[in-house]
């Protein structure tokens, strides 16, 4: 499936005109936004949380915020830095959450997201039903189309945040997950139910995009991750 194929949301009145007839905006989430409990703490007053598939799309873990160098959950020297995205591919179904957040929050999650590629997509209930209203997913982007057209403050200024840890690209295919997240993200899952849980075990990939997350656990051994205790002040929103 081609990137093409999906309509790309610019600014602001790209994501009002997906909204529904009560001007809310479908949000779908594949990551930390399994748990409602982890994207309530991001949106408090998000409405109808469900769970949906989504066709044409695998999730990987490719992206290097700065978060996980802020809540000091990053292991730089095992190179274990890495957050999730999603990106087009035709064999691919992942099982995500959606739900819907007002109009007036769209500014907060354009900015918050950024490093992202916006896409309009229509999810399907789980027995294949296309959802009325399309959804936002953040997918996969690269680092030559962030710098031209989302950062304004320059690509030297952007990694000054990363202090010490000297990231120099957000978009790799060479980090591996971040201990603390790749917990949260499998419990999560795991709370949605066996298909749910199993969906993300099998169409979850490493950067490499050969590596599932299933076969991951098998070569490190499960307990390594799950043994990785989000701290305190991350007990919350990556509590699983």
Known sequence: MAMASQPHLID?????????????ISICGYGSLLSE??????FPDLTNFRIAKLTGFRRLFSVVGNFFFTHPVANIKTE?????????????????????????????F???????????VVPESLDGKPFTNPAVLCASSTDDEFFQFKCNEGREKYFQQYGEYKIHKIWRDDALPCRVYLRHCVLAAKRLGDEVYKNFLDHTFLADRKTSIRQYFEKVGSNLIMEAEPPESLKTRYGG
């Not at 990106?87 to 769209?106: A, L, N, R």
Request: charged share 30%; glycine share 2%; net charge negative.
């Open 37 to 42: 409990k982890s994207a309530r703490s991001t």
């Open 110 to 120: 354009i900015k918050r997201e950024r490093e992202y590629r916006f896409l309009a």
């Open 80 to 108: 274990e830095i890495a957050a999730l995205s999603v990106e087009p591919c035709e064999d691919e179904t992942i099982i995500v959450s959606v739900f819907e957040i007002k109009k007036t929050e769209i500014p907060a």
């Open 12 to 24: 602001q009145s790209d994501f009002e005109a997906i909204a529904s007839p009560h001007g809310c």
